[in-house]
C-alpha cells in the first residue's frame, strides 16, 4: 500500500475518538513504510517529497494530531515529548477551532501520573521518567487553561510531583540521545516553568502559600533560567516563550534581543529551519553530528514546519503582532508549504526512519495559523 492510499485509508475509517494503539515494527522495512501503524490506524512515514497541497486543510492535519497521540499511547503506554507531549500542550490551545479535544488523552496522561506517583523519587529522577513527569504537568496545565478554564487538583498533584525530582540547581535530570526534545536540561526546564505558569492561578498560589520547600523550588527554576546560558538558539527560543508565561524571567531588554535573535533566524523563503538554531556538536551530547554534516543540504537546510511554526508561535506570545511582516512572512510559508497528507514536513535531527519532529512540525503550525486567525471560517463554523 502506497503512503497516499494507507493515509486516505486512515481519514476514511479511523477515528480520533477510539482507543487505538500504535504498532511500531521493530524490522526496518515495517519502520520505511509507517511512522505510526495499529489496526485502523496507518499513518504513512513522512517524506520531503510527499507534494503541497494547493491550500491548507485543516481536518487532515487535525486526524493526524489526533491519530498519533492516540496511537502512541495505546501502544507505548508512556508520555512522549515528540507525540501525545506535543499534543497536550497544543491541542487544548486549538480547542476554539477544532472543538475540544477528545478525553481520552487527558486520562492516559491522569493514569501515567498516578503509576508513576507510586514510584520511588530516586527511581523517578532516572531516564525519561522526568521529561514524562513535566510533559504531564504542562498538558493538564494547557487543559485546564482551555477546556475546563480552571485549576484542577490533578493538576496540582503533577506540578507538585514535577518539583519533588527538581535538581539542586534548579533543572530536571534529562537524556542527551534526542534533540530537540529529550536533548538537555535546559529544555526541561522552560516546559515546565511554563507549566507552572499556565495552570490556572496555580504559581500565584504556590507562592502565596506556607510550603516554604515548594515556593524555594520555583525560585530555584526562575534562578536557572535567568543565569544559565543557553547551549544555542534554540533553547534562546524557547526561555523567549517561557517568558512570555512566566514573565519574570528577562528584562525588556533581555526580551528584545532575543525576539531579534529569533527574527533573524528568518530565511529568504519566509520559513525558519530548525538546524541553523544550532552548530551540530551543540544538540545535546553532540551525539547527532555525523548525521547532522552529512546532510546532502547541511550548509543551506530549508525552511521545516516545525521551526516554522515554533518561531510564529513565539514571537505572537512575545507581543508581536500577527499583521507584522516577519509574522505574515511565516504565515505564508505555511499556508504554501502543507504536505497532502495535511502535515508539515520536518526531517528529523535523529534518524531518517520515522521523522516523529514531524508531529510537532503539524502541531506548531496549526497553533501558528489560529494565533494569526488564519484558521478557514469554515472549520471554526463546524468545530463551535
Not at 511500531?24 to 520531503?48: G, M, V, W
Not at 498516578?114 to 521518567?129: A, H, V
Amino acid at each position: 500500500m502506497n503512503p497516499k492510499t494507507a493515509f486516505t485509508k486512515l481519514v476514511r475509517y479511523g477515528s480520533p475518538l477510539s482507543a487505538l494503539c500504535l504498532l511500531l515494527s521493530l524490522n526496518r522495512a515495517a519502520a520505511d513504510d509507517y511512522q505510526y501503524k495499529f489496526e485502523q490506524i496507518t499513518i504513512p512515514r513522512p517524506s520531503a517529497e510527499e507534494p503541497r497541497r494547493d491550500a491548507v486543510s485543516v481536518d487532515l492535519a487535525k486526524t493526524y494530531l489526533e491519530q498519533g497521540s492516540l496511537a502512541w499511547s495505546g501502544e507505548r503506554k508512556c508520555v512522549s515529548c515528540h507525540t501525545n507531549g506535543t499534543y497536550m500542550v497544543t491541542r487544548p490551545a486549538l480547542s476554539a477551532s477544532l472543538g475540544q479535544p477528545p478525553e481520552d488523552t487527558r486520562q492516559f496522561f491522569l493514569t501515567t501520573l498516578s503509576k508513576l506517583q507510586e514510584e520511588k523519587l530516586d527511581r523517578l529522577k532516572q531516564s525519561t521518567r522526568p521529561a514524562q513527569i513535566i510533559y504531564i504537568a504542562a498538558g493538564l496545565s494547557e487543559w485546564d487553561a482551555h477546556v475546563a478554564k480552571q485549576l484542577s487538583p490533578e493538576t496540582e498533584k503533577s506540578l507538585e510531583l514535577m518539583f519533588s525530582i527538581q535538581t539542586e540547581n534548579g533543572t530536571w535530570g534529562s537524556l542527551d540521545c534526542w534533540p530537540p526534545f529529550e536533548s538537555d536540561a535546559y529544555h526541561e526546564a522552560t516546559v515546565a516553568a511554563m507549566a507552572a505558569a499556565t495552570a490556572p492561578g496555580w504559581l500565584q498560589k504556590a507562592e502565596a502559600s506556607d510550603n516554604a520547600a515548594l515556593k524555594a523550588s520555583i525560585e530555584k527554576l526562575k534562578n536557572y533560567l535567568r543565569t544559565e546560558k543557553p547551549a544555542h538558539d534554540y533553547s534562546r527560543t524557547l526561555l523567549l516563550w517561557a517568558n512570555s508565561r512566566m514573565t519574570d524571567l528577562l528584562s525588556a531588554e533581555q526580551k528584545q534581543e532575543l525576539i531579534d535573535a529569533l527574527a533573524k533566524h528568518q530565511r529568504a523563503d519566509g520559513g525558519w529551519s530548525i538546524r541553523t538554531f544550532a552548530a551540530p556538536e551543540t544538540w545535546g551530547s553532540g551525539n547527532r553530528a555525523p548525521k547532522l554534516k552529512a546532510e546532502p543540504e547541511f550548509a543551506d537546510p530549508p525552511s521545516d514546519g516545525h521551526m516554522t511554526g515554533l518561531a510564529v508561535i513565539v514571537l505572537r506570545e512575545a507581543g508581536i503582532g500577527a499583521d507584522d511582516p516577519r509574522v505574515q512572512k511565516g504565515i505564508a510559508w505555511l499556508k504554501a508549504n502543507q504536505r497532502e497528507s495535511g502535515r508539515w514536513w520536518t526531517r528529523s535531527l535523529n534518524t531518517d526512519t520515522w521523522h516523529f519532529i514531524t508531529y510537532s512540525g503539524t502541531a506548531y503550525p496549526l497553533l501558528a495559523l489560529q494565533m494569526c486567525d488564519e484558521i478557514p471560517k469554515a472549520t471554526v463554523a463546524q468545530n463551535p
